[in-house]
T-cell receptor, first 116, second 113 residues
Framework: DTGVSQDPRHKITKRGQNVTFRCDPI?????LYWYRQTLGQGPEFLTYFQNEAQLEKSRLLSDRFSAERPKGSFSTLEIQRTEQGDSAMYLCASSYGTADSNQPQHFGDGTRLSIL | SQKIEQNSEALNIQEGKTATLTCNYT??????LQWYRQDPGRGPVFLLL?????KEKRKERLKVTFDTTLKQSLFHITASQPADSATYLCALDRGSTLGRLYFGRGTQLTVWP
């Protein structure tokens, strides 16, 4: 399967702990996105990379959140000092885009984070 | 800010009928409008994309229309089947080089035999 892969699928942690999620995009895709989805809502944009450059961050992404995409390949999303409100599904998506067009985004199955 | 409304949270129809889902948006006009399917515990799966200069797009039993005057898209599933039961998400792409998507809350479709 050459789709978007996310690890872990589930993460349970205590409030105040740090967590890190990994996303492996489709190999030929140059764009990578992180979204957050809570129950009954659509995904909300968090941040976006084109190759290794982080080009946009949502206001939802507080200073406790950091994302990286070293060498323009896989990406990690870290949440420091987790809070109850961080409980959600964290989705990663990738696509191929140019200055003239955007291709549809392909999503992974997400990491479900539960804060105790 | 962009606001996307999907007509209802839930839609129940009988197998064989046509399901019609609505997506309305305000403020900015998207360059692209996309529809995704999401099953419980899974990520969204891309179904169809329609550009602002296109009126209609079809793929097998699926049809999407895009009316930029009404700021509305309709998503149709003809000859619906129980396997079509899922949540359907509308997403707007403003067409900038950023490519971020603005999602609606989704409509949960149930097709009963």
């Amino acid at each position: 399967d050459t789709g978007v892969s996310q690890d872990p699928r589930h993460k349970i942690t205590k409030r105040g702990q740090n967590v890190t999620f990994r996303c492996d995009p489709i190999s030929e895709h140059n764009r990578l996105y992180w979204y957050r989805q809570t129950l009954g809502q659509g995904p909300e944009f968090l941040t976006y990379f084109q190759n290794e450059a982080q080009l946009e961050k949502s206001r939802l992404l507080s200073d406790r959140f950091s994302a990286e995409r070293p060498k323009g390949s896989f990406s990690t999303l870290e949440i420091q000092r987790t809070e109850q409100g961080d409980s959600a599904m964290y989705l990663c998506a990738s696509s191929y885009g140019t200055a003239d067009s955007n291709q549809p985004q392909h999503f992974g199955d997400g990491t479900r984070l539960s804060i105790l | 800010s962009q606001k996307i409304e999907q007509n209802s949270e839930a839609l129940n129809i009988q197998e064989g009928k046509t399901a019609t889902l609505t997506c309305n948006y305000t403020n900015y006009s998207p360059a692209y409008l996309q529809w995704y399917r999401q099953d419980p515990g899974r990520g969204p799966v891309f179904l169809l994309l329609i550009r602002e200069n296109e009126k209609e797009k079809r793929k097998e039993r699926l049809k999407v229309t895009f009316d930029t005057t009404l700021k509305q898209s309709l998503f149709h599933i003809t000859a619906s089947q129980p396997a079509d039961s899922a949540t359907y998400l509308c997403a707007l792409d403003r067409g900038s080089t950023l490519g971020r998507l603005y999602f609606g809350r989704g409509t949960q479709l149930t097709v009963w035999p």
